[in-house]
């Protein structure tokens, strides 16, 4: 890891210097010219407001920092190919042969995004997500694009909305509505928005992005990428709507769109919190609830031409629905919601299934690397018990798999008596006709692999996960 990290740094820093290079070499050309000058003259834009309605804008989207940035980003990001079958692997090569052309073509207005790949991946609440993978060239160019818009559009939105800004996460909308309920207002308007990003209006959306920016270059290469092909099953479907989660640029048109939305509930002073397109209110009455519910559907429908699941959308006790996986109690504590945990559980039956035919340590340190995620997440819980219980549930089922890979009855015996079972209790568990499940939780397997054992081979315990976070926050 430590030769490919060296590589990587290598990697970067001879692009670095392969552009400069390449910069100085064409110091008298106009396009390098323009994007050097613009380095020089755009550079406060993005701090000062005031400058935000700028017509050179792609100058500082072709500047050699930027350019180099976004290159690292999407590095690091990976992800899988577009349709061209270009890897990210691929990415530094081409820079140094296409970057020249790539700037130019920028600076002109005649750069044309590659359709996106289509793929559908399963949404925990049933359904597809519907997903466009853009070539890696166009994750360049599009994540260039993010790094000059955002300090520009971010600062405007809404201190209520939380998802995919910098500086702000799921957590801090937790927190928020938290406090929202511990205040009394325990009612929620959940507003679920019918496949979002499938259905932005592009006209829409472009004419906020306009009042914000005024390099007609600019946005004229994001109009492209919004309706740029969608390739399915060998198929290129036109676009004349939505903008599908897989680009960089997505969360923040997205959160420029919702904008309005946010403003529209400030203006009227409601306590909310949204993050992407999952947005709750929160109220203190169920006919203030209503009424907030119908005038929000009016205004998302006829002002920005977007559709409310009325099936998933709902006005109810805050107890009674989820928000980013979470379960809000009525005096503001938080739980992790049972579908969340059932999920988790499903993720951790996939890990633990006995019919993977990998070793016992792979299995583990595998479940460690989701254990960490998860409970980092799920870590503002009021309920350790959703911990302790999680935690008991893992160390059964590893019980079980580390039975079973005994397989014979003998084998299983002398596993026993390993870890210290008596004699007597080794032959009766082994020969028991108990199922599986049911011998995992015998004193004789609890015995041979109790938590000190797990402890010993490295499982991650969720408990102590859950009291170490907590205590460093």
Not at 360 to 373: C, D, K, P, Q, V
Request: glycine fraction near 8%.
């Amino acid at each position: 890891m430590g030769v490919e990290r060296q590589q990587g740094r290598s990697e970067q820093r001879s692009l670095v210097e392969w552009l400069e290079s390449e910069l100085r070499l064409e110091a008298g050309s106009e396009g390098v010219t323009g994007a050097k000058a613009a380095e020089a003259s755009q550079a406060p834009a993005a701090s000062e407001p005031g400058r935000a309605l700028t017509t050179r804008l792609m100058e500082e989207v072709c500047r050699l920092g930027n350019l180099n940035e976004a290159h690292d980003r999407v590095k690091s990001n990976k992800g899988k190919p577009g349709i061209d079958g270009m890897t990210v692997d691929d990415l530094s090569p081409w820079v140094r042969k296409h970057m020249q052309s790539l700037m130019s073509r920028l600076l002109d207005g005649s750069y044309r995004p590659s359709p996106v790949l289509g793929v559908k991946i399963p949404k925990p609440g049933g359904g597809e997500r519907q997903l466009g993978i853009p070539t890696v060239v166009d994750r360049l160019v599009q994540q260039a694009i993010l790094q000059v818009l955002t300090p520009l559009i971010d600062p405007t939105f809404s201190e209520s909305s939380y998802g995919f800004r910098p500086g702000r996460s799921a957590h801090q909308a937790l927190l928020k509505a938290k406090e929202y309920v511990a205040e009394g207002r325990n009612i929620v308007v959940d507003v679920d928005l019918e496949k979002f990003f499938d259905r932005v209006n592009h006209d829409i959306l472009m004419s906020r992005l306009a009042r914000r920016i005024e390099d007609k270059r600019l946005l004229r290469i994001v109009r492209r990428f919004l309706q740029a092909g969608l390739m399915q099953d060998g198929v290129c479907i036109a676009r004349d709507e939505g903008t599908p989660q897989g680009g960089p640029l997505s969360p923040l048109l997205a959160n420029l769109l919702l904008d309005d939305l946010d403003k529209e509930l400030e203006s009227r002073g409601h306590s909310f919190c949204r993050y992407a397109d999952d947005c709750n209110i929160y109220v203190r009455s169920e006919e203030a609830g209503l009424r907030v519910m119908a005038s929000v559907t009016k205004f998302l429908e006829a002002r920005l031409k977007l559709r409310v699941n009325r099936g998933k959308s709902a006005v109810a006790r805050v107890e009674e629905r989820k928000f980013l996986g979470y379960r809000l109690l009525s005096d503001g504590r938080l739980t992790i919601a049972p579908k969340s945990l059932e999920r988790a559980k499903e993720r951790i039956r996939e890990i633990t299934s006995r019919n993977r035919g990998i070793g016992f340590a792979r299995m583990i340190e595998e479940l460690n690397s989701f254990l960490r995620g998860w409970s980092a997440y799920y870590r503002l819980t009021d309920w350790q018990t959703n911990f302790a219980d999680l935690d008991g549930w893992i160390r059964r089922k590893l019980r079980c798999v580390r039975l079973k890979q005994c397989k014979r009855t003998k084998p299983m015996m002398d596993f026993l008596r390993r870890q210290g079972v008596s004699l007597r209790n080794a032959w009766q568990t082994a020969l028991s006709g108990k199922g599986w499940w049911r011998l995992a939780d015998s004193p004789a397997a609890k015995q041979a692999m109790s938590n000190q054992w797990f402890e010993s081979l490295g499982l991650v315990s969720l408990v102590q996960r859950y009291v170490g976070l907590n205590t460093v926050k």
